[in-house]
């Protein structure tokens, strides 16, 4: 299993759950005032920024609205979530996490055969 940082795990959301090409600035814009290795997404109009799915609930909500069926857990003193999603297929897969909307892209990510690891200096020592 591959450890992953969690702007690495966006990338695969992006990249797994909605679709399109995603790359950075380095290798999209060569520009000196821009943000280096910013990860950015293709359209037909030009780019837009990958929102922070694995931290952000407003944005891994997104990644819920793609499921058929969600259901979401949380732990003793909120330390620990438990996703499950469910495919219009019936394929359902589970993550626990050390937050929502980690357990969310994680379970995502299930759901496409794709498990990884969390760098553990991401989030803290304790996932």
């Keep these: 299993m591959e450890i992953l940082t969690l702007r690495e795990i966006d990338a695969l959301i992006q990249k797994h759950i909605f679709g399109g090409e995603v790359t950075t600035y380095n290798e999209y814009i060569t520009d000196a005032k821009r943000i280096p ?3 950015i997404y293709l359209t037909e109009g030009g780019f837009n920024y990958i ?3 694995s931290e952000d609930i407003k944005d891994a909500w997104k990644v819920v609205e ?3 069926r969600v259901d979401i857990e949380t732990g003793n003193s909120r330390t620990e979530h438990f996703v499950i999603l469910r495919t219009e297929t019936g394929l359902t897969r ?3 996490a050390k937050t929502a909307p980690l357990a969310i ?3 995502a990510l299930k759901t496409q055969g794709i498990e990884v690891q969390i760098d553990a200096n991401e989030i ?4």
């Design 37 to 39: 290795n910013t990860l």
């Design 51 to 53: 929102p922070r799915y």
């Design 66 to 68: 793609k499921f058929f």
């Design 94 to 96: 589970s993550v626990y």
């Design 105 to 107: 892209c994680l379970a």
């Design 124 to 127: 803290g020592n304790d996932i």
